[in-house]
């Protein structure tokens, strides 16, 4: 085997391997700032790729915060009832199962209002 047949198949398996790694990945919200007030979640989504098979996972104190998962009006206006799902264990973890976009809230007083709101474009 020549030196350059040998490249291009390390160079083959190594762009396979990367694709087969695509869809794993888990995104814990805001890094290390977790789930809290004024964080600005905008940005921090911005400098993510969510894929279907992704885990997004909520770290918060869970007497201070909450998760609600809601549509776009509810997100645009932080209304907490009626919700898609509700979560408050302060360590919530959920696959991305479609390709959709998706918003979440805390449910806790004006955190919302506070910029405690998540939206995210989860791609195939
Ligand atoms: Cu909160």
Redesign the pocket.
């Known amino acids: 085997m020549s030196i350059f047949t040998c490249l291009l198949l390390i160079c083959v398996t190594a762009s396979l391997s990367l694709v087969s790694a695509r869809g794993g990945e888990t995104h814990v919200v805001g890094g290390d700032e977790g789930?809290?007030?004024f964080p600005n979640y905008g940005d921090w989504a911005q400098g993510q790729t969510f894929h279907v098979g992704d885990t997004l996972l909520f770290n918060?104190d869970e007497d201070?915060?909450?998760v609600i998962q809601v549509n776009e009006t509810a997100y645009e206006d932080c209304i907490k009832e009626p919700n898609l799902a509700a979560f408050s264990s302060g360590n919530d973890s959920f696959r991305l199962a479609e390709a959709s976009r998706q918003w979440y809230i805390?449910?806790?007083?004006d955190?919302?209002e506070n910029g405690?709101k998540l939206s995210i474009n989860v791609l195939p």
């Not at 805390?106 to 007083?109: H, K």
């Open positions: 789930w809290t007030q918060y201070l915060h909450s805390c449910g806790v007083g955190h919302c405690q």
